[in-house]
């Protein structure tokens, strides 16, 4: 029931391969765009040199608002960057309108919380998903493919932790904008909002169209040993759009998931949770068993009471 309504012509179905050219065009173009405006503005912003930014995206983390420094860079850059090139897309390209109204009227109080709850219970299950995924061991045909993508890992895992390391409060509300707000909306209102209802159309499938751009939605983020949980997590967010037609409540989650993380990351590192957030090498079964649990009843009851909300309204007309 997603609401993407238009009638352009590089829409249809039979201009899938143009329209999906075009769009990953456009928007590779605006996060390069953004990224490079933001780059422009860290010298006068953070006293922090070009030349000391790439030093920080190789490692050297020892550099005075370094942090804050990469912080804007991907928020500008990645955050508002898919937030602009949905824009554009649905406003110039495809002349879509996406009934924000309509939209509105669909959040209410009981979808909220059952979204809050299925979204913890999420949390707690993918802790599974991301054990099992970090332990992925290839064939030994392809044993340097392997090494090759665990040194990107660890890579990708130094250069988080760095950013999640908040030395101070200020630190933290800009990384919960930045990897909470920033990036759950830019990245829904281009996953689901403009992609995932494309490729439901395209392949007349919403089944197919929710797992192939949650599929996208994990490989654009390269993290090879994090492929399943974020594979999980763009399905669940791709669900919760599909059964409510209200791009509010994916919002909400991703925020919710983003901002949580980063909390308990903060709490971690500040000695107020005895908690590692972000290791791999350890599962609880027994809160992934339970996250699972209250994942399932909760989207159960969900997918339930919006069932039956469109029923009756169908029923209205």
């Given at each position: 029931?997603?609401?993407?309504?238009?009638?352009?012509?590089?829409?249809?179905?039979?201009?899938?391969?143009?329209?999906?050219?075009?769009?990953?065009?456009?928007?590779?173009?605006?996060?390069v765009v953004l990224q490079g405006v933001a780059m422009a503005l860290i010298p006068t912003l953070f006293q922090v040199s070009l030349e000391?930014?790439?030093?920080?995206?190789?490692?050297?983390?020892?550099?005075?608002?370094?942090?804050?420094?990469?912080?804007?860079?991907?928020?500008?850059?990645?955050?508002?960057?898919?937030?602009?090139?949905?824009?554009?897309?649905?406003?110039?390209?495809?002349?879509?309108?996406?009934?924000?109204?309509?939209?509105?009227?669909?959040?209410?109080?009981?979808?909220?919380?059952?979204?809050?709850?299925?979204?913890?219970?999420?949390?707690?299950?993918?802790?599974?998903?991301?054990?099992?995924?970090?332990?992925?061991?290839?064939?030994?045909?392809?044993?340097?493919?392997?090494?090759?993508?665990?040194?990107?890992?660890?890579?990708?895992?130094?250069?988080?932790?760095?950013?999640?390391?908040?030395?101070?409060?200020?630190?933290?509300?800009?990384?919960?904008?930045?990897?909470?707000?920033?990036?759950?909306?830019?990245?829904?209102?281009?996953?689901?909002?403009?992609?995932?209802?494309?490729?439901?159309?395209?392949?007349?499938?919403?089944?197919?169209?929710?797992?192939?751009?949650?599929?996208?939605?994990?490989?654009?983020?390269?993290?090879?040993?994090?492929?399943?949980?974020?594979?999980?997590?763009?399905?669940?967010?791709?669900?919760?759009?599909?059964?409510?037609?209200?791009?509010?409540?994916?919002?909400?989650?991703?925020?919710?998931?983003?901002?949580?993380?980063?909390?308990?990351?903060?709490?971690?590192?500040?000695?107020?949770?005895?908690?590692?957030?972000?290791?791999?090498?350890?599962?609880?079964?027994?809160?992934?068993?339970?996250?699972?649990?209250?994942?399932?009843?909760?989207?159960?009851?969900?997918?339930?009471?919006?069932?039956?909300?469109?029923?009756?309204?169908?029923?209205?007309?």
């Amino acid at each position: 029931m997603e609401i993407y309504d238009t009638r352009a012509e590089i829409a249809s179905r039979k201009n899938w391969f143009l329209s999906l050219v075009v769009i990953t065009l456009v928007t590779f173009g605006t996060l390069v765009v953004l990224q490079g405006v933001a780059m422009a503005l860290i010298p006068t912003l953070f006293q922090v040199s070009l030349e000391e930014l790439i030093a920080l995206v190789n490692g050297e983390y020892d550099i005075p608002n370094g942090r804050m420094a990469l912080l804007f860079t991907q928020g500008i850059g990645s955050g508002l960057g898919f937030w602009v090139a949905t824009w554009i897309c649905i406003r110039f390209l495809e002349k879509a309108e996406l009934h924000w109204a309509s939209q509105r009227s669909r959040v209410n109080l009981k979808n909220l919380t059952l979204v809050t709850v299925i979204t913890l219970g999420g949390m707690l299950f993918n802790g599974l998903l991301v054990y099992w995924n970090s332990h992925l061991i290839l064939p030994a045909s392809l044993a340097e493919l392997e090494t090759w993508m665990r040194e990107m890992e660890t890579q990708l895992m130094e250069l988080t932790q760095y950013l999640t390391d908040f030395q101070s409060i200020p630190e933290l509300l800009t990384g919960i904008l930045v990897i909470g707000v920033f990036a759950g909306v830019g990245e829904e209102l281009f996953f689901r909002g403009l992609l995932q209802p494309k490729l439901q159309g395209y392949l007349r499938s919403p089944h197919w169209g929710i797992w192939l751009t949650a599929f996208i939605f994990s490989a654009i983020h390269v993290q090879f040993f994090g492929f399943l949980p974020r594979l999980f997590l763009g399905a669940l967010f791709g669900y919760l759009y599909h059964y409510t037609g209200s791009l509010f409540y994916p919002i909400l989650g991703h925020i919710l998931n983003n901002a949580l993380t980063v909390l308990l990351v903060y709490a971690a590192n500040q000695g107020i949770l005895d908690l590692d957030v972000q290791a791999t090498d350890t599962v609880s079964y027994p809160g992934a068993g339970i996250g699972l649990l209250v994942l399932i009843l909760g989207f159960l009851y969900f997918k339930k009471v919006n069932q039956t909300r469109d029923e009756k309204l169908d029923q209205s007309i």
